[in-house]
């Protein structure tokens, strides 16, 4: 349709020319349905976007004046908009809470949920320690009392431990050294 015949045409239907406002329709159904095939929202049919896109044609009509320029691009434009507008609205009806919102009380879901993967690793956590401490308890009563001070009770280092047992240094480095590789190869034959 050239542009004089379609002025015309938007004329006759701004006046309520029901023909002319069919006419219209017709002329501007591919570029609708063209439109309404690129969107896709939740509970909403092709035939519904469709009729949504005339209904924008319509309230389009009402709003045009050729001072907005090209009528084509003036109804693309308020078609693609109002599909957007549509998405958005959808997006927000649809939105999923986060864990982080808050429910009723003050706690977040989050604080309600145990993560499988955390409580496995604190079990096999717990009986690490637990074989830990049974070899510990297993060792002689010098070297357990090494392992004891340093790792389990975290008293001090090895320089706290010497002066507080008046043992020359390099004596207890040589205690920790033993005690550790009799830990490790008990470890190891645990598969630990």
């Given at each position: 349709?050239?542009?004089s015949?379609l002025?015309?045409?938007?004329?006759?239907?701004?006046?309520?020319?029901q023909?002319a406002?069919e006419?219209?329709i017709?002329?501007y159904?591919?570029?609708?349905?063209k439109?309404?095939?690129?969107?896709?929202?939740r509970?909403?049919?092709?035939?519904?976007?469709?009729?949504?896109?005339?209904i924008?044609?319509m309230?389009?009509?009402e709003?045009?004046?050729?001072?907005?320029?090209?009528?084509?691009?003036?109804?693309?434009?308020?078609?693609?908009?109002?599909?957007?507008?549509?998405?958005?609205?959808?997006?927000?009806?649809?939105?999923?809470?986060?864990?982080?919102?808050?429910?009723?009380?003050?706690?977040?879901?989050?604080?309600?949920l145990?993560?499988?993967?955390?409580t496995?690793?604190?079990?096999?956590?717990?009986?690490?320690?637990?074989l830990i401490?049974?070899?510990v308890?297993n060792?002689q009563?010098?070297l357990?009392?090494l392992?004891?001070?340093?790792?389990?009770?975290c008293e001090?280092?090895?320089k706290?431990?010497?002066?507080s047992r008046?043992?020359?240094?390099s004596?207890a480095?040589?205690?920790?050294?033993?005690?550790?590789?009799?830990?490790?190869?008990?470890?190891?034959?645990?598969?630990i």
């Open positions: 349709m050239d542009y015949n002025k015309n045409l938007i004329l006759k239907a701004k006046n309520k020319d023909n406002m006419e219209l017709n002329e159904k591919y570029l609708i349905i439109q309404a095939s690129k969107v896709h929202v509970g909403y049919e092709m035939e519904d976007l469709i009729q949504m896109g005339n924008t044609l309230r389009c009509l709003k045009y004046t050729p001072e907005k320029g090209n009528f084509t691009a003036y109804i693309s434009y308020a078609i693609k908009n109002n599909f957007n507008y549509l998405i958005r609205q959808r997006a927000k009806d649809n939105e999923v809470q986060t864990i982080e919102a808050p429910i009723e009380t003050n706690l977040r879901i989050e604080d309600t145990i993560a499988d993967a955390s496995e690793d604190s079990f096999i956590e717990k009986e690490v320690y637990k401490k049974k070899e308890d060792l009563e010098n357990r009392d392992i004891t001070f340093i790792y389990i009770n001090g280092n090895l706290d431990y010497s002066k008046n043992l020359n240094y004596t480095a040589k205690r920790r050294t033993v005690a550790i590789n009799k830990l490790r190869s008990s470890l190891n034959s645990l598969c």
